[in-house]
């Protein structure tokens, strides 16, 4: 089997200009899809360097360290941090420590990541960011690029005012992390650059929040006596609700970065509606408690045939429905969301089957498939624009028959 020659519509991230992502297959351009997103947003370029890119134009996101890329398809956020990546503006206060402005090449290329310093006096190092707005039972995700310096460990903490709701300690050297309170994790960006970060749920609301950078010593140690020449280097915080997503930049005030949403690939010539295979490759963002999903549709929920990526649990299934009634609910477990899964749903009269990474795991053996002329769009949500799909997709591909057994293994085989 030749996913050129055979299928009917490819989708991969590739070329593409603002408002389009454009297929591989057909070559008439009815697979193009298109993308809103009216504001900027940062990705990952080839070179590994975090990049700005226009309103509505399609990101492609390349791995740190090289490899195939992928669309980021990312749900709306906002950095409540008002200076991302100028720590000397007054909305950064200072507590034994002083701010070297633009002192080394930041994780975009530009020399704009600051140097903080400890003063030589004994007690605790930090720079914090004030007057931040928390909202009780509300989580909040804190994120910082940390580069080691002559210091190489480091603690993020959110405080509402009653208690430190998300802190951790970061070693820049080893990676590790120790977890004080919330949740937290980090990114290893490339050229020494860690994007550390914190989560927790506020336990009040409060105006006067504010966000920690302590610098630790070679101990680990919060308080101790400064040798007034060692630090680390910073450059982009951001402070967001829910989980982390990708850097938005600030200068000034708090930035939007809008929803991507993909949608309006393909016809009714493009799908098959008695029978048919579609096939992804994707990661989820994060388990954020909703249900995300790519549907072919007749633009609505009424007839649908799609893939899931389930709330609250490491499942991926599909549900396939005619004319308003569910003919097939299948669902198969992954080792992780958030980790590249090959998914493949094939449909056809009394013979539904939902693959993952080489393995046949689930099946219903009745049922009937669509009218003549129903399946027309390929969209990244429900059918209705609910539960839109939120991930790392890195390929889409479309077969108007059901495959074999044996070309759904070579298909789906990590």
Not at 2 to 16: G, K, Q, R, V
Not at 150 to 157: E, H, P, Y
Not at 302 to 327: C, E, H, P, Q, Y
Request: glycine content about 10%; charged content about 15%.
């Amino acid at each position: 089997m030749s996913d050129f020659e055979d299928a009917s519509l490819i989708l991969t991230p590739n070329a593409y200009k603002a408002g389009k992502a454009y297929c591989v297959k057909p070559f008439d351009g009815s697979g193009d899809l298109t993308v809103v997103r009216n504001t900027t947003a940062t990705r990952v370029n080839e070179n590994g360097l975090i990049e700005l890119v226009g309103a509505n134009v399609p990101r492609v996101n390349y791995p740190i360290g090289g490899g195939c890329p992928s669309w980021l398809i990312e749900p709306q956020s906002t950095n409540l941090i008002t200076h991302s990546e100028n720590f000397s503006n007054a909305s950064w206060s200072k507590t034994n420590t002083t701010i070297t402005a633009n002192s080394i090449v930041s994780p975009d290329g530009t020399t704009t990541a600051d140097s903080l310093i400890e003063t030589a006096v004994a007690g605790t190092h930090f720079v914090r960011g004030v007057s931040l707005s928390f909202t009780t039972g509300t989580s909040y995700t804190y994120s910082v690029f940390i580069k080691k310096n002559t210091r190489k460990q480091i603690r993020l903490s959110l405080f509402d005012g009653s208690i430190d709701f998300a802190s951790a300690n970061f070693d820049l050297n080893t990676l590790d992390i120790t977890i004080i309170s919330g949740t937290a994790y980090l990114e290893d960006n490339g050229s020494g650059w860690i994007r550390c970060a914190v989560s927790g749920t506020s336990s009040v609301t409060t105006a006067s929040g504010i966000s920690f950078i302590y610098i630790l010593d070679e101990f680990g140690n919060t308080s101790y006596l400064g040798d007034g020449t060692s630090g680390i280097y910073i450059w982009g915080a951001q402070l967001e609700q829910g989980d982390l997503t990708s850097y938005i930049p600030t200068n000034g005030t708090a930035v939007t970065r809008n929803a991507d949403v993909l949608t309006g690939s393909g016809n009714s010539s493009t799908f098959n509606d008695s029978e048919g295979t579609l096939f992804v490759e994707l990661s989820a963002l994060s388990d954020d408690g909703t249900n995300k999903r790519m549907t072919i549709n007749d633009n609505s929920t009424a007839n649908t045939v799609g893939i899931i990526i389930k709330k609250l649990s490491n499942t991926i299934g599909t549900v396939i429905r005619v004319n308003g009634f569910i003919v097939a609910d299948l669902t198969g477990s992954v080792s992780s969301q958030t980790d590249f899964n090959k998914v493949a749903v094939k449909y056809k009269e009394n013979d539904f089957a939902l693959w993952i990474n080489g393995v046949e795991v689930a099946t219903d053996n009745s049922g009937s498939t669509f009218p003549p002329n129903t399946l027309v769009n390929f969209d990244l949500h429900r059918g209705d624009g609910g539960d839109k799909l939120f991930a790392n997709l890195s390929k889409v591909i479309y077969y108007d028959k059901a495959l074999t057994n044996a070309e759904l293994i070579n298909l789906t085989t990590i």
